[in-house]
């Protein structure tokens, strides 16, 4: 008896499941048919809840202050009220905010990506220590050579 529709959600597993490592796919594919088959399940039951036939009841039951008690426990559960959703403003805009600050710093990741790649590239473009000179290193390297040069001109050798 699905009286209260709460939340919907619809979940991308394809998604979920290129996310995840090969060894977990198994258990996110059962999880995917349990939720299937629930959802296959609520679809199926209606909004409003099936009337109680109180009279069947009371000619069956033998005792009629009982069927009595039970229908007015029954029509008092029945009026529950929700309380007023206090928190999901909040939440949304906490989740906003959490959302604003991931890609920042994936956009902030992406750039420094960019950065250890290029110097990364340039690394590998210079040739191996093994076939290079000190003075051919030090021309590509100018700031090196000045450094070395101060050192050398102060008698720093350390």
Known sequence: MA??????RVFDFVKISDALPTSLRAQLNGLRSQYSATQTK????SAEPETIDWAKYNTSVTSPDFVNDMKDSYTL?????????????????AEKSALAEATKLVEASKVKVAELEARLAAMKAEKP???????EFLATKPELASKIDEEIKNHNYT
């Open 129 to 135: 220590l093994d076939e290079i000179t000190v003075d």
């Open 3 to 8: 009286s209260k529709t709460v939340a919907t």
């Open 42 to 45: 609520l679809t199926a039951l």
């Open 77 to 93: 559960a029945s009026k529950v009220e929700y309380p007023a959703d206090q928190y999901g403003a909040l939440i949304a805009s």
